[in-house]
């Protein structure tokens, strides 16, 4: 079975922390992807990734950056955290192309 | 960009009902998923099927491409299969999915 793991399941943090979400994946997939998801808004994505250190901005990527350094690993990294980055972040990773996408069990961050 | 759109959007049943969900894309796709999500936010893939039908237990999906919807049923619904179903197609860029607004599905015994 694919396993995606996420580093933490709830986070609080404060207004102007660095912030690290870590998702770490075992099926050797090339591709690795960040979505949040609000209320109202549905799931969008943020960054996705399609090989080691290289990486492609999404819908939303103004206030993130992102790291892959290596093939199983894609963090996401909120600079300077603010409230309005309180929300539920969901890391997927996939074979690539048109193939399935799998997701981890999420990361409900909360900035104060 | 695709368009995606299910409904219902909401849906209450008692245990041992069957239900159908449906989602419709605005465009051709090459990859189409439905997944669970469980009270404690967790997506679950229930079916990768960009065409024709899949079954998994009381679960089955059905997928008509050429006619740009597909079907998710549920039969014999247990208060477990509560929380809400999503429906998602990859973009035309072979990127990110694209997902619909879910439906939110309630079993009561």
């Given at each position: 079975d694919v396993k995606v793991t996420q580093s933490s399941r709830y986070l609080v943090k404060r207004t102007g922390e660095k912030v690290f979400l870590e998702c770490v994946q075992?099926?050797?997939?090339e591709n690795m992807f960040w979505y949040r998801q609000d209320p109202g808004l549905g799931l969008r994505l943020i960054y996705f990734s399609y090989d080691v250190k290289m990486k492609e901005k999404g819908d939303i990527p103004e206030g993130y950056s992102v790291s892959r350094e290596k093939k199983e690993r894609f963090s996401l990294i909120l600079e300077s955290a603010s409230t309005n980055q309180t929300s539920m972040y969901l890391c997927a990773s996939s074979p690539g192309g048109d193939h399935e996408q799998f997701f981890g069990p999420g990361t409900r961050l909360t900035v104060l | 960009g695709i368009q995606v759109e299910q409904s219902p959007p909401d849906l209450i049943l008692q245990e041992g009902a069957n239900s159908t969900l449906r989602c419709n894309f605005s465009d051709s796709v090459n990859n189409l998923q439905w997944f669970h999500q469980n009270p404690w936010g967790q997506l679950i893939n229930l079916f990768y099927i960009p065409s024709g039908t899949k079954q998994n237990g009381r679960l089955s999906a059905t997928t008509v491409a050429t006619e740009r919807y597909s079907l998710l049923y549920i039969s014999?619904?247990?208060?477990?299969?509560?929380g809400v179903y999503f429906c998602a197609v990859l973009n035309q860029a072979g990127t990110a999915l694209i997902f619909g607004k879910g439906t939110t599905l309630s079993v009561s015994s």
């Open positions: 075992d099926m050797d997939h | 014999s619904s247990q208060t477990t299969d509560s």
